[in-house]
């Protein structure tokens, strides 16, 4: 696949279960170095005939709290560093967070083209932290659920005009 596709944000906003919604049973090679800044899956992720491989970035959880800042921003520039495009997921069911200004400003920094998502989005209680999320200043956010599978049309839609 032509195509490479970072998935970023922080803890517990639903990128893994974008990344296994997007890569399904297909293998995923799983780069697991302790306390190097590389810890993380790799697969081919597919939406209908459009084909890209995709990096989710993981193992932020365990970091210390005193480092996860940090550590969140090496990896995350790391595989947006190999990515063609990030998909920045936020939450939009709890809001945005003082930790998601932060990741929007180290996409913004890192110049590389940013789809901004706006997960968790399969019901009403979601509608605040849509509009929320274009404070980001990163244009208008795609609504996804990637737990029901909801959405993945418009991403595609998004992934298309970055091939
Ligand atoms: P990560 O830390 O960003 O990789 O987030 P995970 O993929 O581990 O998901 C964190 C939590 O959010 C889990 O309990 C998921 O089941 C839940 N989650 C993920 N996507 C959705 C979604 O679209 N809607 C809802 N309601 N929950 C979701
Ligand atoms: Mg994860």
Do not use: W
């Amino acid at each position: 696949p032509r195509l490479t596709v970072a998935i970023v944000g922080r803890p517990n906003v639903g990128k893994s279960t974008l990344f296994n919604r997007l890569v399904g049973r297909r293998l995923a090679i799983v780069h697991d170095e302790p306390g190097v800044t590389r810890d993380r899956r790799e697969g081919e992720g597919r939406i209908g005939d459009l084909r890209f491989r995709v990096i989710d970035t993981a193992g932020l959880e365990d970091a210390p709290a005193d480092s996860l800042a940090g550590r969140m921003r090496t990896q995350t520039e790391a595989a947006i560093e190999d990515a063609d495009v990030a998909l920045f997921l936020v939450d939009a069911r709890s809001g945005l967070m003082p930790d998601d200004h932060y990741f929007g400003e180290v996409l913004r920094r890192a110049g590389k083209p940013v789809i901004l998502i706006a997960n968790k989005s399969e019901g009403s209680a979601s509608d605040a932290g849509y509009y929320e999320a274009f404070s980001l200043g990163l244009g208008e956010p795609v609504a996804l659920s990637a737990e029901h599978g909801l959405g993945l049309a418009d991403l595609a839609d998004a992934l298309e005009r970055q091939a």
